[in-house]
């Protein structure tokens, strides 16, 4: 145990010291993200950046829904298609 621990009353000390730096952390990472909206919000053009931002979102949806939501046809199927393709090539 190192001795700030020691000295603020052991690992509840300890735990109360993570918690606030924690909280501290996300405050000021909260009060800088406010301030980046509010320079967006005084930009003269918002309402370009904004639709931008939601066509960026919808196609990032897409290719979201894309990736996870189509279903990979059948592993049969699959070599069915393949067999009937090389029977095709091959003139049976």
Do not use: F, N
């Not at 067999?83 to 095709?88: D, I």
């Amino acid at each position: 145990m190192t001795q700030e621990a020691e000295r603020c009353g052991g690992m509840d000390g300890q735990a109360v010291l993570l918690v606030a730096g924690l909280a501290d952390l996300a405050v000021s990472t909260l009060g800088s993200a406010l301030g980046t909206v509010r320079g967006l919000l005084r930009r003269s053009d918002t309402a370009e950046l904004a639709a931008e931002a939601e066509h960026d979102l919808i196609a990032r949806g897409r290719l979201v829904l894309d990736r996870y939501a189509t279903v990979p046809p059948a592993h049969l199927e699959v070599l069915a298609r393949h067999s009937l393709a090389r029977r095709t090539v091959d003139g049976d």
